[in-house]
């Protein structure tokens, strides 16, 4: 077994990045897929946001527009939220995130255990809660003198975090030998700034962004989502205009199946938009053949024990019984079960 060097970094926000590039030998039904998976969970804060949360706050800092004094506003109950709450506790700044009660309390108590303070929402704006956290943060941007809101859905320190870390990552350790990158997407500054990159350094890997069923981008339909992370009810201002090589739509239920297939065939748990992710590649797996593939793994499934994980959830949600997602990890490409024909 390989040793590997422990590393030492100066404070917890530089231990932010470097995360595993793992192979996947057993999650596809083909061996001629090179996969990979970039395991963004083993960021301190636990997923792929610590790098735009501490990009989007230094930045800040640098240029003048954050002192000892500001407030930091914003409104998320995810990922986001915990990274800046990291980020903040950190820098001794002042966070208060606005989250509406659809927030998982596990990350609102994550968010609270690092500091930050929460304000509820607990009244839609015409049926929108999305629209009443927004309202909420622009009354409270004009109300607290000195307060700065990052905004990670149009701030262009959201994709080149990515730029300048997750995907320079993966293209030094695969010596820029990669055929499709599938990311998933929400304000797309992961995917968007991956993409960037790969340009700039003229590789021609195909980008594949994995978005929801149900979601705004790409020019999808509106409708109900339950996988935190993935996807858009309303166009992010970064989102606009963007296109990448191809577009996979994925279910709710595909995000369940993935996350579970992964936990079954590789020990990983893994969150709901890295299972879309991984059903999507699944699904291509035959368009994939002597391909290097690399999956953007956003966040753990350590977070998604009472949803994703939870077979009473999943039924009253989606319908589906223990046995059916039983079924579905084991069927074959074409849906068929390998129990249906023996
Ligand atoms: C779990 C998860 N997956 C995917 C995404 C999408 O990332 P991006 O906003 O960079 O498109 C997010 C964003 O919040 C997320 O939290």
């Not at 407030?71 to 990291?86: D, H, P, Y």
């Not at 962004?209 to 339909?221: C, I, Q, Y």
């Not at 989502?225 to 595909?254: C, K, N, T, W, Y």
Request: charged share 25%.
């Amino acid at each position: 077994m390989a040793l590997r060097p422990v590393i030492t970094a100066d404070s917890i926000l530089d231990a932010i990045g470097s995360t595993p590039l793992v192979q996947l030998r057993r999650y596809l039904d083909r061996s001629d897929v090179k996969l990979y998976a970039k395991i963004e969970a083993f960021n301190p804060g636990g997923s792929a946001k610590d790098r735009p949360a501490r990009r989007m706050i230094e930045e800040a800092i640098e240029s003048g527009h954050i002192d000892q004094n500001t407030t930091i506003i914003e409104s998320s109950s995810g990922n986001m939220g915990i990274g800046l709450a990291q980020v903040c506790r950190y820098y001794g700044l002042r966070l208060i995130c606005v989250v509406d009660p659809n927030a998982q309390p596990q990350n609102v108590a994550i968010m609270r255990a690092l500091g930050a303070e929460i304000d509820l929402v607990t009244e839609p704006m015409q049926g929108d809660f999305l629209a009443a956290r927004l309202a909420r943060v622009c009354e409270l941007l004009e109300t607290i003198d000195g307060s700065y809101w990052p905004n990670q859905y149009s701030n262009r320190q959201n994709p080149k975090a990515h730029q300048l870390g997750t995907i320079r990552e993966i293209d030094e350790a695969l010596w820029g030998q990669m055929d499709y990158l599938f990311v998933a997407t929400s304000s797309t500054g992961t995917a968007s700034g991956c993409r960037d990159y790969l340009r700039k350094h003229g590789r021609d890997t195909e980008v594949v962004a994995v978005d929801a069923e149900g979601s705004v981008l790409f020019g999808g339909v509106p409708g109900r989502r339950r996988i935190p992370g993935l996807g858009a009810g309303r166009m992010p201002r970064l989102a606009r205009g963007q296109s990448f090589d191809h577009v996979e739509r994925v279910s709710d239920l595909d995000c369940v199946v993935g996350c579970r297939r992964m936990a079954d065939r590789e020990a990983i748990l893994v969150g709901g938009s890295a299972g879309g992710v991984l059903e999507s590649i699944r699904a291509m797996q035959d368009d994939l053949a002597g391909k290097t593939c690399v999956a953007v793994l956003h966040d753990s499934g350590t977070r998604y024990l009472d949803t994703v994980f939870n077979d009473q959830w999943v039924f009253e949600s989606l319908r589906c019984t223990r046995d059916e997602i039983h079924q579905r990890i084991n069927a074959t490409v074409d849906g068929h079960c390998p129990a249906d024909a023996a």
